[in-house]
């Protein structure tokens, strides 16, 4: 318990767009502790512990993580410090505790190939530096605490931060075409969903027999960058907004340092039957974020 009287839940990358996400709208019954990395550095196994062991903590979340795919090839020391080495000091430290663990990985601990959406015991086949240190980082939390959930998202956007919706409105600014590529299968998710389902999960691990394992959270439906590009630009356009000419382009005419995975559709099957909860439509999710961006909140600056 905490001076609020509700038991404490500690979130490392506060800052970023899940943990924004969490300290809007913390979860239900729980008072979120939210270090800056400044305090909390997950490449310092020493702050790691020190915060582990701070407070009798209900629960543990972890959405720290480096996110710049591209950057990792030539930064990979610290790609691995963040998603690997330091989820395995919060997992080590965390399971020594006792103190359940949350972790949130990604689609690209698969190589894409699969002609249908992944299932949790697809085998991982990473392609790239951030796609093989997030999945050392599951490893990691699977191996070092026993009370785990590693919650695999995809294609994530929100109000604020560096996501793709907000790329595409800030590019339609000064760009009167943009070509989107169209081959990449996926299912955009709000990190606002994620939030929620990651508030679902803390409840239950904080409780007794609650399940451990990996599982799989991303909006319903699937579309491409293509079509994600295209909702944006209608709900813009409604707005009255200046949107540009959208051209569908292959990968292949789009080439980045990192290959990135044609399919990224997630199967969240095991989720719902599990916690009780079904993503919601991608193409909800994302009327939602684009109406909190052309009419922000409190605390939805960038």
Known sequence: MTGSGLPALLLTGGSGQVGRALRQ???????????TRAELDLADPASVRRWVGARPWAVIVN????????????????????????PAALARASGEAGIPLVHIST?????????????????????????GSKAAGEMAVAALNPRHVILRTAWVFSPW???????MLRLAETRDALSVVSDQHGCPTSALDIASAVGTVC???????????VFHFAGA??????????????R?????????????????DWPTPVRRPANSRLDTTAFTRTFGRSPRPWTETTDEVMDRLLRPVEGDAA
């Not at 689609?107 to 530096?129: A, I, Q």
Request: glycine share 12%; aromatic share 10%; proline share 8%.
């Open 203 to 213: 409840t239950r691990l904080s409780g007794n027999g609650a399940p451990s394992g």
């Open 221 to 234: 439906g699937e579309t491409t960058w293509f079509g994600l590009a295209q909702r944006v630009f209608e």
């Open 107 to 131: 689609d690209y601990v698969f190589d894409g190939g699969l002609d249908r959406p992944y299932r949790e015991d697809d085998p991982v086949g990473p392609t790239s530096v951030y796609g």
């Open 161 to 167: 931060g560096a996501n793709f919706v907000r790329t």
């Open 236 to 252: 813009a356009a409604e707005a009255g907004l200046k949107t540009p000419v959208l051209t569908p382009i292959a990968t292949a």
């Open 25 to 35: 709208a913390p979860p239900e019954g729980f008072e979120v502790v939210a270090p």
């Open 63 to 86: 959405a720290g993580a480096w996110t710049a795919v591209d950057a990792a090839e030539s930064q990979a020391s610290e790609a691995w410090a963040a998603n690997a080495l330091g």
